[in-house]
């Protein structure tokens, strides 16, 4: 019976539909700051129009070389970090360049047109990460110095170090204005000791702090091109460490997985939601189970996913189907006949 539930757990076939692949939208935003329009790039969440909730946004500089490595990366934690809106802003050269401390043209078209914009068209919760690499990444790094909010977390990989400029900002400030900072995750990929040398001066400045919320990760099989991948995966499990409950917790039942989902949402401060190919498998195994609460589960699990999945009724009959084409008739049988009992309208439920 075990070996069947974990094939369940983790084999069940999730029912893809086919439709146009688009990468992400391209939108044009006049600058007054920039003096001209910039594109920009949004990739939204795929159950976006279909659910009422705000969702937290991933903002990647160097969008015109970066989206498309992170929105794979993104793709592959399904289940591991939350659903985001990701925005891609493009830039590049002098314009990302710090000035002494000092607001750059760039920085206040991220701060005050690129992210209001964002903000006021999308349903956005106020938890945001702001993303670069290269000199994207020490942009980041100026960009978390000056402290200028509205982001919740920074991610600088494979920054340009070797100018010293960084380095030199972080030590000329007092250790409780750095105390003070925002969470801040630094890479760094096998580059030599010219970009080494600075990322280790900057990682014992900051880790000398005790209880501060700054990472370091050095990917020494990795290339400044390569690093981007494994930055970003790291970088996002690292922030979402234990979003994906444990198998056992999975198992342990309805109370125990909806209480899990309640707290991140509490932690994040936006709403999670347990998956729909969690929902579905757990609905097969309690649907084949003997075990005494194996109905009283199955009820609670089926009427989530009615409720609050926007295609939970689509997925549910998903299960049942499944089930009764594979030698588990009775089994789908009875999931079909509690989702009716959600929804005696759907047409599954009329003869």
């Known amino acids: 019976m075990r070996s ?20 992400a939208e391209k939108l044009k935003i006049h600058s007054k700051f920039l003096g001209e329009d910039r594109t920009i790039l949004v990739k939204l969440p795929e159950q976006y129009h279909k659910i009422d909730k705000k969702y937290p946004v991933l903002y990647i500089l160097h969008a015109q070389w970066d989206m498309l490595s992170s929105l794979s990366t993104v793709d592959l934690l399904e289940g591991q970090v939350p659903n985001f809106i990701v925005i891609g802003v493009e830039g590049m050269g002098k314009e990302l360049r710090p000035d002494q401390g000092k607001s750059t043209a760039f920085s206040e078209f991220l701060a005050n047109e690129v992210v209001p914009y964002i903000n006021h068209n ?17 942009f980041v790094l100026d960009y978390w110095l000056n402290n200028k909010a509205p982001f919740s977390q920074y991610y600088a990989f494979s920054p340009s170090l ?28 096998n580059e030599g000791e010219h970009m080494q040398t600075p990322f280790n001066h900057l990682k014992q400045t900051l880790t000398d702090i005790s209880e ?26 690292h922030t979402f460490e234990g979003w994906e409950p444990s198998y056992e917790l999975k198992m342990s039942g309805y109370d125990n997985l909806t209480k899990h989902y309640r707290g991140l949402s509490e932690k994040f401060g ?25 109905a009283s589960e199955l009820e609670r699990h089926i009427a989530y996913t009615v409720k609050e999945i926007s295609t939970g009724v689509e997925a549910t009959i998903e299960v049942a189907d499944y089930l009764l084409n594979n030698g588990h008739a009775e089994a789908g049988k009875t999931i079909l006949e509690e989702m009716c009992h959600q929804t005696k309208e759907h047409p599954r439920c009329q003869s």
């Open 4 to 23: 069947l539930l974990i094939a369940l757990l983790i084999c069940f076939p999730i029912v893809v539909n086919a439709s146009e692949f688009v990468l």
């Open 122 to 138: 999308y349903n956005t919760a106020s938890f945001s990460i702001l993303s670069g690499h290269s000199n994207s990444g020490r």
């Open 162 to 189: 070797e100018d010293g400029y960084i380095t030199g900002r972080v030590s000329d400030l007092a250790p409780k204005n750095l105390q003070a900072m925002p969470p801040l995750t630094v890479t760094i990929a």
């Open 212 to 237: 501060t919320p700054f990472t370091f990760k050095k990917f020494p099989q990795q290339s400044h091109r390569t690093t981007k991948h494994h930055s970003m995966q790291f970088a996002l499990q």
């Open 270 to 294: 936006f709403q999670a939601l347990i998956p729909t190919n969690t929902l579905q498998r757990l609905m097969a195994h309690y649907a084949i189970s003997n075990s005494e609460n194996a």
